[in-house]
DNA sequence: TCTTCCGTAGAACAGTGTTCGCAGCAACGA
DNA sequence: TCGTTGCTGCGAACACTGTTCTACGGAAGA
Protein backbone atom coordinates (compact mmCIF):
# COMPACT_ATOMS: atom_id res chain seq x y z
CA UNK A 1 0.00 0.00 0.00
CA UNK A 2 2.62 2.31 -0.09
CA UNK A 3 4.37 1.97 -3.80
CA UNK A 4 2.52 4.88 -4.57
CA UNK A 5 4.79 7.26 -6.69
CA UNK A 6 6.89 9.55 -4.37
CA UNK A 7 5.22 13.04 -4.38
CA UNK A 8 7.69 15.17 -6.05
CA UNK A 9 7.53 17.63 -3.30
CA UNK A 10 8.89 15.07 -1.12
CA UNK A 11 12.34 15.88 -0.03
CA UNK A 12 14.32 12.18 0.32
CA UNK A 13 16.45 11.61 2.65
CA UNK A 14 19.70 13.72 2.42
CA UNK A 15 21.19 11.18 -0.38
CA UNK A 16 21.10 7.25 -0.57
CA UNK A 17 19.83 5.20 2.09
CA UNK A 18 21.34 4.78 5.72
CA UNK A 19 23.27 1.82 5.99
CA UNK A 20 23.45 1.90 10.11
CA UNK A 21 20.70 0.58 12.76
CA UNK A 22 19.22 4.32 11.78
CA UNK A 23 16.51 4.23 9.23
CA UNK A 24 12.81 6.35 8.36
CA UNK A 25 11.09 3.56 9.47
CA UNK A 26 12.89 3.29 13.10
CA UNK A 27 12.83 7.03 13.64
CA UNK A 28 9.54 7.09 12.61
CA UNK A 29 8.20 3.75 15.06
CA UNK A 30 10.33 5.20 17.78
CA UNK A 31 8.12 8.88 17.14
CA UNK A 32 5.13 6.99 17.39
CA UNK A 33 5.76 5.51 20.58
CA UNK A 34 6.53 8.69 22.02
CA UNK A 35 2.98 9.90 20.93
CA UNK A 36 1.19 7.26 22.02
CA UNK A 37 2.38 7.79 26.03
CA UNK A 38 3.67 11.09 25.96
CA UNK A 39 1.12 13.14 23.39
CA UNK A 40 2.42 15.14 20.37
CA UNK A 41 3.75 17.82 22.50
CA UNK A 42 6.60 14.96 23.88
CA UNK A 43 7.78 14.43 20.07
CA UNK A 44 10.66 16.81 19.74
CA UNK A 45 13.40 15.95 17.78
CA UNK A 46 15.71 15.57 21.00
CA UNK A 47 12.98 13.36 22.64
CA UNK A 48 12.92 11.28 19.54
CA UNK A 49 16.51 10.91 19.19
CA UNK A 50 16.93 10.12 22.75
CA UNK A 51 14.27 6.86 22.72
CA UNK A 52 16.77 5.88 19.83
CA UNK A 53 20.19 6.69 22.08
CA UNK A 54 21.80 9.05 19.47
CA UNK A 55 21.79 13.26 19.04
CA UNK A 56 19.13 15.31 17.23
CA UNK A 57 21.52 16.19 14.39
CA UNK A 58 20.65 12.11 13.31
CA UNK A 59 17.54 12.73 12.63
CA UNK A 60 17.68 15.03 9.90
CA UNK A 61 19.89 12.73 7.52
CA UNK A 62 16.29 11.24 7.36
CA UNK A 63 14.08 13.88 7.39
CA UNK A 64 13.82 17.46 6.07
CA UNK A 65 12.75 18.64 9.60
CA UNK A 66 10.11 18.11 11.84
CA UNK A 67 7.00 18.88 10.25
CA UNK A 68 7.79 16.03 7.26
CA UNK A 69 8.30 13.49 10.37
CA UNK A 70 4.79 14.82 11.65
CA UNK A 71 3.30 14.26 8.17
CA UNK A 72 5.24 10.76 8.00
CA UNK A 73 3.10 9.83 11.31
CA UNK A 74 0.22 11.31 10.40
CA UNK A 75 -0.30 9.28 7.26
CA UNK A 76 1.12 6.49 9.52
CA UNK A 77 -1.66 6.66 11.86
CA UNK A 78 -4.14 6.51 9.12
CA UNK A 79 -2.73 3.54 8.00
CA UNK A 80 -5.02 2.02 10.79
CA UNK A 81 -8.13 3.02 9.52
CA UNK A 82 -10.36 0.28 7.93
CA UNK A 83 -12.37 1.50 5.22
CA UNK A 84 -15.73 -0.78 4.30
CA UNK A 85 -15.71 -3.50 2.14
CA UNK A 86 -17.92 -3.16 -1.19
CA UNK A 87 -21.80 -3.61 -0.58
CA UNK A 88 -21.87 -3.46 3.67
CA UNK A 89 -25.07 -1.03 3.26
CA UNK A 90 -26.24 2.08 1.48
CA UNK A 91 -24.00 5.01 1.17
CA UNK A 92 -24.83 6.87 4.44
CA UNK A 93 -23.89 3.76 6.07
CA UNK A 94 -20.48 3.54 4.51
CA UNK A 95 -19.47 7.14 4.62
CA UNK A 96 -20.55 6.90 8.27
CA UNK A 97 -18.26 4.16 9.16
CA UNK A 98 -15.69 6.03 7.48
CA UNK A 99 -16.11 9.42 8.85
CA UNK A 100 -16.25 7.73 13.06
CA UNK A 101 -13.05 5.34 12.21
CA UNK A 102 -11.20 8.23 11.00
CA UNK A 103 -12.07 10.17 14.00
CA UNK A 104 -11.82 7.26 16.28
CA UNK A 105 -8.08 6.36 15.27
CA UNK A 106 -6.89 9.96 15.24
CA UNK A 107 -8.37 10.48 18.91
CA UNK A 108 -6.68 7.09 20.02
CA UNK A 109 -3.41 8.73 19.17
CA UNK A 110 -3.20 11.70 21.43
CA UNK A 111 -3.59 15.15 19.56
CA UNK A 112 -1.88 14.09 16.34
CA UNK A 113 -5.27 15.66 14.53
CA UNK A 114 -3.56 18.80 14.67
CA UNK A 115 -1.16 17.38 12.00
CA UNK A 116 -3.88 16.72 9.77
CA UNK A 117 -5.21 19.80 9.96
CA UNK A 118 -2.03 21.87 9.03
CA UNK A 119 -1.44 19.98 5.63
CA UNK A 120 -3.02 18.34 3.47
CA UNK A 121 -2.83 14.46 3.73
CA UNK A 122 -1.64 13.34 0.74
CA UNK A 123 0.24 9.91 1.82
CA UNK A 124 -0.65 6.96 0.43
CA UNK A 125 -2.64 6.24 3.70
CA UNK A 126 -4.46 9.93 3.17
CA UNK A 127 -4.94 9.23 -0.88
CA UNK A 128 -6.66 5.65 0.55
CA UNK A 129 -8.72 7.34 2.75
CA UNK A 130 -9.58 10.14 0.01
CA UNK A 131 -10.23 7.21 -2.64
CA UNK A 132 -12.74 5.46 -0.65
CA UNK A 133 -14.52 8.50 0.48
CA UNK A 134 -15.17 9.79 -3.30
CA UNK A 135 -16.42 5.61 -4.13
CA UNK A 136 -18.94 5.94 -1.84
CA UNK A 137 -20.12 9.35 -2.61
CA UNK A 138 -20.05 8.48 -6.28
CA UNK A 139 -21.55 5.54 -5.77
CA UNK A 140 -24.29 7.64 -4.62
CA UNK A 141 -25.42 9.52 -6.92
CA UNK A 142 -23.84 12.64 -6.15
CA UNK A 143 -22.81 14.84 -9.06
CA UNK A 144 -18.72 14.94 -9.75
CA UNK A 145 -18.34 17.92 -8.75
CA UNK A 146 -20.02 17.83 -5.32
CA UNK A 147 -18.12 14.92 -4.53
CA UNK A 148 -14.92 16.35 -4.60
CA UNK A 149 -15.74 18.94 -2.62
CA UNK A 150 -17.73 17.07 -0.20
CA UNK A 151 -14.92 14.91 0.17
CA UNK A 152 -12.88 18.19 0.98
CA UNK A 153 -15.44 19.39 3.41
CA UNK A 154 -15.99 15.87 5.34
CA UNK A 155 -12.72 15.56 5.65
CA UNK A 156 -12.14 18.83 7.29
CA UNK A 157 -15.26 18.78 9.63
CA UNK A 158 -13.65 15.15 10.79
CA UNK A 159 -10.16 16.37 11.84
CA UNK A 160 -11.45 19.64 13.33
CA UNK A 161 -13.80 17.25 15.58
CA UNK A 162 -10.89 14.86 16.36
CA UNK A 163 -8.50 17.80 17.06
CA UNK A 164 -11.35 19.65 19.24
CA UNK A 165 -11.66 16.74 21.25
CA UNK A 166 -8.59 15.44 21.69
CA UNK A 167 -7.32 18.92 22.69
CA UNK A 168 -9.52 19.59 25.42
CA UNK A 169 -8.71 16.02 26.82
CA UNK A 170 -4.96 16.86 26.88
CA UNK A 171 -5.96 20.42 28.66
CA UNK A 172 -7.89 18.29 31.32
CA UNK A 173 -4.54 16.40 31.15
CA UNK A 174 -6.51 13.06 32.37
CA UNK A 175 -9.73 12.22 34.07
CA UNK A 176 -12.69 12.71 32.34
CA UNK A 177 -14.30 14.23 35.62
CA UNK A 178 -12.54 16.82 35.22
CA UNK A 179 -13.40 17.91 31.54
CA UNK A 180 -17.05 17.14 32.85
CA UNK A 181 -16.76 19.67 35.79
CA UNK A 182 -15.73 22.35 33.40
CA UNK A 183 -18.42 22.15 31.02
CA UNK A 184 -20.36 21.82 34.10
CA UNK A 185 -19.25 25.49 34.89
CA UNK A 186 -19.58 26.98 31.32
CA UNK A 187 -23.30 25.84 31.65
CA UNK A 188 -23.39 27.62 35.15
CA UNK A 189 -21.76 30.51 33.73
CA UNK A 190 -24.11 30.91 30.75
CA UNK A 191 -27.33 30.37 33.54
CA UNK A 192 -25.45 33.74 35.19
CA UNK A 193 -25.31 35.84 32.34
CA UNK A 194 -27.96 38.65 32.05
CA UNK A 195 -30.98 37.42 30.17
CA UNK A 196 -31.72 40.51 28.41
CA UNK A 197 -28.78 40.57 26.63
CA UNK A 198 -28.52 36.96 26.08
CA UNK A 199 -31.94 35.54 25.86
CA UNK A 200 -31.36 32.43 23.33
CA UNK A 201 -28.05 31.61 25.46
CA UNK A 202 -29.97 31.60 28.72
CA UNK A 203 -32.82 29.80 27.34
CA UNK A 204 -31.26 27.37 25.88
CA UNK A 205 -28.92 26.15 28.79
CA UNK A 206 -30.74 22.71 28.78
CA UNK A 207 -30.16 21.64 25.24
CA UNK A 208 -26.49 23.75 25.44
CA UNK A 209 -25.42 21.24 27.95
CA UNK A 210 -27.39 18.34 26.57
CA UNK A 211 -24.81 15.30 24.61
CA UNK A 212 -21.26 14.23 24.66
CA UNK A 213 -18.75 14.69 21.84
CA UNK A 214 -19.43 11.57 20.19
CA UNK A 215 -23.74 12.59 19.78
CA UNK A 216 -22.68 16.57 18.91
CA UNK A 217 -20.13 14.61 16.01
CA UNK A 218 -22.86 12.36 15.27
CA UNK A 219 -25.46 15.69 14.99
CA UNK A 220 -22.66 17.20 12.34
CA UNK A 221 -22.19 14.37 10.72
CA UNK A 222 -26.26 13.97 9.84
CA UNK A 223 -26.50 17.39 8.78
CA UNK A 224 -23.69 16.75 6.28
CA UNK A 225 -24.98 13.48 5.20
CA UNK A 226 -28.75 15.19 5.14
CA UNK A 227 -27.22 18.29 3.13
CA UNK A 228 -25.42 15.91 0.63
CA UNK A 229 -28.59 14.35 -0.33
CA UNK A 230 -30.49 17.32 -1.80
CA UNK A 231 -27.54 17.02 -4.41
CA UNK A 232 -28.97 13.34 -5.82
CA UNK A 233 -30.80 13.95 -8.92
CA UNK A 234 -34.33 12.53 -8.43
CA UNK A 235 -33.29 9.10 -11.16
CA UNK A 236 -30.08 7.95 -9.95
CA UNK A 237 -28.61 6.32 -6.88
CA UNK A 238 -30.95 6.09 -3.61
CA UNK A 239 -32.44 2.46 -4.45
CA UNK B 1 -20.38 45.37 25.48
CA UNK B 2 -17.67 44.28 27.89
CA UNK B 3 -19.70 44.34 30.82
CA UNK B 4 -20.70 40.65 31.12
CA UNK B 5 -19.95 38.90 34.66
CA UNK B 6 -16.12 37.97 34.78
CA UNK B 7 -16.14 33.94 34.15
CA UNK B 8 -14.69 31.66 37.16
CA UNK B 9 -11.92 30.09 35.10
CA UNK B 10 -10.25 33.37 34.24
CA UNK B 11 -7.44 34.32 36.29
CA UNK B 12 -7.63 38.24 37.67
CA UNK B 13 -4.26 39.99 37.12
CA UNK B 14 -1.95 39.01 40.16
CA UNK B 15 -3.59 41.56 42.82
CA UNK B 16 -5.42 45.22 42.33
CA UNK B 17 -4.64 47.18 38.50
CA UNK B 18 -0.99 47.93 37.74
CA UNK B 19 -0.62 51.82 38.52
CA UNK B 20 2.12 52.13 35.69
CA UNK B 21 1.15 52.43 32.05
CA UNK B 22 1.68 48.36 31.34
CA UNK B 23 -2.00 46.75 31.85
CA UNK B 24 -3.86 44.18 30.16
CA UNK B 25 -5.20 46.23 27.70
CA UNK B 26 -1.85 48.05 26.30
CA UNK B 27 -0.30 44.22 26.45
CA UNK B 28 -3.20 43.10 24.39
CA UNK B 29 -2.60 46.16 22.13
CA UNK B 30 0.98 45.50 21.07
CA UNK B 31 0.23 41.99 20.61
CA UNK B 32 -2.47 42.14 18.25
CA UNK B 33 -0.29 44.99 16.24
CA UNK B 34 2.72 42.43 16.35
CA UNK B 35 0.11 39.46 14.95
CA UNK B 36 -1.39 41.60 12.31
CA UNK B 37 2.72 42.19 10.76
CA UNK B 38 4.33 39.31 11.69
CA UNK B 39 1.49 36.39 12.07
CA UNK B 40 0.63 34.82 15.52
CA UNK B 41 4.29 32.64 15.05
CA UNK B 42 5.80 36.71 16.04
CA UNK B 43 3.75 36.72 18.72
CA UNK B 44 6.38 35.56 21.92
CA UNK B 45 6.40 36.68 25.40
CA UNK B 46 9.76 38.50 24.36
CA UNK B 47 8.13 39.82 21.71
CA UNK B 48 5.68 41.44 22.82
CA UNK B 49 7.67 43.06 25.82
CA UNK B 50 10.01 44.21 23.34
CA UNK B 51 7.31 45.96 21.69
CA UNK B 52 6.68 47.74 25.35
CA UNK B 53 10.36 48.30 26.16
CA UNK B 54 10.51 45.82 28.95
CA UNK B 55 11.11 42.75 29.81
CA UNK B 56 9.41 39.40 29.28
CA UNK B 57 8.67 38.69 33.27
CA UNK B 58 6.40 41.92 33.28
CA UNK B 59 3.63 40.33 31.22
CA UNK B 60 3.37 37.70 33.80
CA UNK B 61 1.72 40.54 36.27
CA UNK B 62 -0.90 41.20 33.99
CA UNK B 63 -1.76 37.44 32.33
CA UNK B 64 -1.29 34.25 34.09
CA UNK B 65 0.59 32.99 30.97
CA UNK B 66 0.81 32.98 27.24
CA UNK B 67 -2.64 31.19 26.66
CA UNK B 68 -4.40 33.71 28.41
CA UNK B 69 -3.34 36.44 26.69
CA UNK B 70 -3.85 34.75 23.53
CA UNK B 71 -7.19 34.20 24.14
CA UNK B 72 -8.25 37.32 25.49
CA UNK B 73 -6.16 38.17 21.72
CA UNK B 74 -9.08 36.30 19.75
CA UNK B 75 -12.07 37.40 21.96
CA UNK B 76 -10.68 40.67 21.01
CA UNK B 77 -10.65 40.09 16.94
CA UNK B 78 -13.96 38.27 17.33
CA UNK B 79 -14.79 42.05 18.47
CA UNK B 80 -14.63 43.25 14.45
CA UNK B 81 -17.51 41.34 13.65
CA UNK B 82 -20.68 42.72 12.59
CA UNK B 83 -23.90 40.67 13.38
CA UNK B 84 -26.69 41.17 10.93
CA UNK B 85 -29.68 43.61 12.01
CA UNK B 86 -32.96 42.52 12.70
CA UNK B 87 -35.10 41.60 9.78
CA UNK B 88 -32.20 41.74 7.13
CA UNK B 89 -33.62 38.68 4.87
CA UNK B 90 -34.27 35.41 6.23
CA UNK B 91 -32.52 32.90 8.55
CA UNK B 92 -30.22 31.30 6.07
CA UNK B 93 -28.92 34.51 4.09
CA UNK B 94 -28.67 35.77 8.19
CA UNK B 95 -26.45 32.45 8.92
CA UNK B 96 -24.43 32.62 5.82
CA UNK B 97 -23.71 36.68 6.65
CA UNK B 98 -22.50 36.04 9.89
CA UNK B 99 -20.17 33.08 9.06
CA UNK B 100 -18.87 34.79 6.67
CA UNK B 101 -17.79 38.03 8.44
CA UNK B 102 -16.37 35.55 11.01
CA UNK B 103 -14.51 33.48 8.50
CA UNK B 104 -13.07 37.26 7.20
CA UNK B 105 -12.35 38.77 9.82
CA UNK B 106 -10.70 35.83 11.58
CA UNK B 107 -8.65 35.30 8.54
CA UNK B 108 -7.67 39.24 8.07
CA UNK B 109 -5.99 38.55 11.52
CA UNK B 110 -3.20 35.95 10.38
CA UNK B 111 -3.45 32.74 11.45
CA UNK B 112 -5.36 33.55 15.42
CA UNK B 113 -8.01 31.26 14.23
CA UNK B 114 -5.88 28.58 15.58
CA UNK B 115 -6.65 29.82 18.99
CA UNK B 116 -10.18 29.60 18.45
CA UNK B 117 -10.32 25.63 17.83
CA UNK B 118 -8.08 25.15 20.57
CA UNK B 119 -9.83 26.49 23.45
CA UNK B 120 -13.41 26.99 23.65
CA UNK B 121 -14.56 31.09 22.82
CA UNK B 122 -16.32 32.10 25.94
CA UNK B 123 -14.90 35.85 25.68
CA UNK B 124 -17.76 38.79 25.60
CA UNK B 125 -17.65 39.08 21.98
CA UNK B 126 -17.68 34.49 21.70
CA UNK B 127 -20.75 35.14 23.57
CA UNK B 128 -22.16 37.43 21.39
CA UNK B 129 -21.91 35.98 18.35
CA UNK B 130 -22.72 32.41 19.68
CA UNK B 131 -26.29 34.32 20.74
CA UNK B 132 -26.57 35.60 17.36
CA UNK B 133 -26.55 32.05 15.97
CA UNK B 134 -28.55 31.05 18.11
CA UNK B 135 -31.34 33.44 17.93
CA UNK B 136 -31.44 33.23 14.00
CA UNK B 137 -31.62 29.50 14.40
CA UNK B 138 -34.60 29.54 16.86
CA UNK B 139 -36.47 32.27 14.50
CA UNK B 140 -36.03 29.84 11.38
CA UNK B 141 -38.10 27.58 13.94
CA UNK B 142 -35.28 24.93 14.69
CA UNK B 143 -36.24 22.69 17.73
CA UNK B 144 -34.19 24.06 20.32
CA UNK B 145 -31.73 20.85 20.74
CA UNK B 146 -30.49 21.02 17.31
CA UNK B 147 -30.36 25.02 17.38
CA UNK B 148 -27.94 24.37 20.36
CA UNK B 149 -25.91 21.45 18.41
CA UNK B 150 -25.72 23.09 14.93
CA UNK B 151 -24.41 26.63 16.81
CA UNK B 152 -21.72 24.33 17.90
CA UNK B 153 -21.17 22.78 14.71
CA UNK B 154 -21.20 25.80 12.81
CA UNK B 155 -18.43 27.73 15.14
CA UNK B 156 -16.12 24.66 14.27
CA UNK B 157 -16.48 24.55 10.89
CA UNK B 158 -15.83 28.33 10.21
CA UNK B 159 -13.11 28.24 12.68
CA UNK B 160 -11.46 25.56 11.00
CA UNK B 161 -11.44 26.84 7.37
CA UNK B 162 -10.10 29.73 8.62
CA UNK B 163 -7.30 28.18 10.16
CA UNK B 164 -6.73 25.97 7.03
CA UNK B 165 -6.78 28.82 4.93
CA UNK B 166 -4.89 31.20 7.11
CA UNK B 167 -2.12 28.18 7.39
CA UNK B 168 -1.41 27.54 3.97
CA UNK B 169 -1.06 31.21 3.50
CA UNK B 170 1.21 30.91 5.99
CA UNK B 171 2.97 28.25 4.86
CA UNK B 172 3.64 29.44 1.08
CA UNK B 173 4.68 32.71 2.85
CA UNK B 174 3.26 35.07 0.97
CA UNK B 175 2.17 35.49 -3.01
CA UNK B 176 -0.94 33.79 -3.69
CA UNK B 177 0.74 32.11 -7.65
CA UNK B 178 2.76 30.28 -4.97
CA UNK B 179 -0.16 28.65 -2.96
CA UNK B 180 -1.43 28.24 -6.67
CA UNK B 181 1.87 26.17 -8.06
CA UNK B 182 1.31 24.16 -5.18
CA UNK B 183 -2.36 23.38 -5.68
CA UNK B 184 -1.32 22.87 -9.31
CA UNK B 185 1.50 20.42 -8.00
CA UNK B 186 -1.01 18.23 -6.29
CA UNK B 187 -3.86 17.79 -9.39
CA UNK B 188 -0.21 16.78 -11.57
CA UNK B 189 0.05 14.12 -8.51
CA UNK B 190 -3.03 13.20 -8.66
CA UNK B 191 -3.19 13.00 -12.41
CA UNK B 192 -0.04 10.52 -12.30
CA UNK B 193 -1.62 8.06 -9.93
CA UNK B 194 -2.36 4.60 -11.18
CA UNK B 195 -6.08 4.90 -12.22
CA UNK B 196 -6.44 0.88 -11.27
CA UNK B 197 -5.77 1.58 -7.71
CA UNK B 198 -7.03 5.23 -7.18
CA UNK B 199 -9.81 4.92 -9.98
CA UNK B 200 -11.97 7.50 -8.44
CA UNK B 201 -8.99 10.11 -7.29
CA UNK B 202 -8.17 10.04 -11.49
CA UNK B 203 -10.99 9.80 -12.94
CA UNK B 204 -12.51 13.49 -10.36
CA UNK B 205 -8.97 15.36 -11.36
CA UNK B 206 -11.24 17.68 -12.41
CA UNK B 207 -13.96 18.72 -9.86
CA UNK B 208 -10.85 18.07 -7.31
CA UNK B 209 -9.25 21.02 -8.68
CA UNK B 210 -11.52 23.20 -9.30
CA UNK B 211 -12.95 26.14 -7.23
CA UNK B 212 -10.80 28.23 -4.39
CA UNK B 213 -10.91 28.58 -0.75
CA UNK B 214 -14.33 30.66 -1.19
CA UNK B 215 -16.22 28.81 -3.05
CA UNK B 216 -15.05 25.45 -0.87
CA UNK B 217 -16.01 27.32 2.01
CA UNK B 218 -19.31 28.68 0.59
CA UNK B 219 -20.51 24.34 -0.76
CA UNK B 220 -19.93 23.74 3.08
CA UNK B 221 -21.66 26.16 4.40
CA UNK B 222 -24.79 25.39 1.91
CA UNK B 223 -24.78 21.53 2.72
CA UNK B 224 -24.91 22.67 6.18
CA UNK B 225 -27.78 24.71 5.74
CA UNK B 226 -29.57 22.53 3.69
CA UNK B 227 -29.03 19.87 6.26
CA UNK B 228 -30.36 22.11 9.10
CA UNK B 229 -33.62 22.16 7.54
CA UNK B 230 -34.81 19.23 7.41
CA UNK B 231 -35.00 20.27 10.89
CA UNK B 232 -37.74 23.00 10.88
CA UNK B 233 -41.19 21.17 11.63
CA UNK B 234 -43.63 21.49 8.17
CA UNK B 235 -45.81 23.83 10.56
CA UNK B 236 -42.82 26.50 11.73
CA UNK B 237 -40.34 28.74 10.24
CA UNK B 238 -40.14 29.43 6.32
CA UNK B 239 -42.68 32.22 5.98
C1' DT C 1 46.34 -0.06 0.76
C1' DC C 2 44.69 4.35 0.11
C1' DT C 3 41.20 7.54 -0.78
C1' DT C 4 36.81 9.15 -1.02
C1' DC C 5 32.48 9.32 0.59
C1' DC C 6 28.64 9.93 3.75
C1' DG C 7 25.94 8.86 7.93
C1' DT C 8 26.76 9.83 12.95
C1' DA C 9 26.46 12.84 16.65
C1' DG C 10 28.57 16.40 19.91
C1' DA C 11 28.41 21.21 20.34
C1' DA C 12 26.52 25.42 19.50
C1' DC C 13 23.07 29.10 17.85
C1' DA C 14 19.06 31.51 18.31
C1' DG C 15 15.12 31.25 19.89
C1' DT C 16 10.89 29.72 23.36
C1' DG C 17 7.64 30.02 28.03
C1' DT C 18 8.16 30.69 32.66
C1' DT C 19 10.09 31.64 37.48
C1' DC C 20 13.19 33.74 40.88
C1' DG C 21 14.56 37.47 43.35
C1' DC C 22 15.76 42.09 43.82
C1' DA C 23 14.96 47.03 43.08
C1' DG C 24 11.87 50.91 43.64
C1' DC C 25 7.71 53.24 44.38
C1' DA C 26 2.86 54.07 46.52
C1' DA C 27 0.01 54.00 50.39
C1' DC C 28 -0.84 53.38 55.14
C1' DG C 29 -0.12 53.36 60.36
C1' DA C 30 2.40 55.43 64.10
C1' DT D 1 7.58 62.72 59.40
C1' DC D 2 9.16 58.30 59.46
C1' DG D 3 9.22 53.49 58.97
C1' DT D 4 6.93 49.54 57.15
C1' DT D 5 4.38 46.87 54.15
C1' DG D 6 2.83 45.38 49.65
C1' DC D 7 3.19 45.12 44.97
C1' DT D 8 4.80 46.10 40.21
C1' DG D 9 8.71 46.27 37.03
C1' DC D 10 12.18 43.62 35.20
C1' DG D 11 17.22 41.57 34.54
C1' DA D 12 18.85 37.11 34.91
C1' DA D 13 18.44 32.41 34.71
C1' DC D 14 16.32 27.60 33.91
C1' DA D 15 14.92 24.16 31.04
C1' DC D 16 13.54 23.49 27.05
C1' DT D 17 12.81 23.95 21.47
C1' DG D 18 14.27 23.21 16.00
C1' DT D 19 18.14 23.44 13.30
C1' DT D 20 23.04 23.78 11.53
C1' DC D 21 28.12 23.35 11.69
C1' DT D 22 31.77 20.41 11.85
C1' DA D 23 34.87 16.93 13.17
C1' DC D 24 34.88 11.87 13.32
C1' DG D 25 34.77 7.15 11.80
C1' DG D 26 33.82 3.25 9.20
C1' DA D 27 32.62 1.17 4.78
C1' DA D 28 33.12 0.87 -0.31
C1' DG D 29 35.74 1.61 -4.67
C1' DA D 30 40.27 2.16 -7.07
Do not use: C
Amino acid sequence: MSDVPVPPWRTTPKSGQARKPLSQDVILRAALRILAEEGLEGVSMRRVAQELHTGPASLYAHFANKDELLEMMFDHVLGEVRVPEEGEGDWTAKLKAIAWEVRRVLISHGDIAQVGLAVVPLGPNGLRLSEAMLGVLREAGIPDQQVAWAADRLSLYITADAFEVSYEARRGRGSPEEIAAYYAGVIQYFRSLPPDRFPHTTALVGPLGQGDDETRFEFGLDLFIRGLSTYIPADGGTS
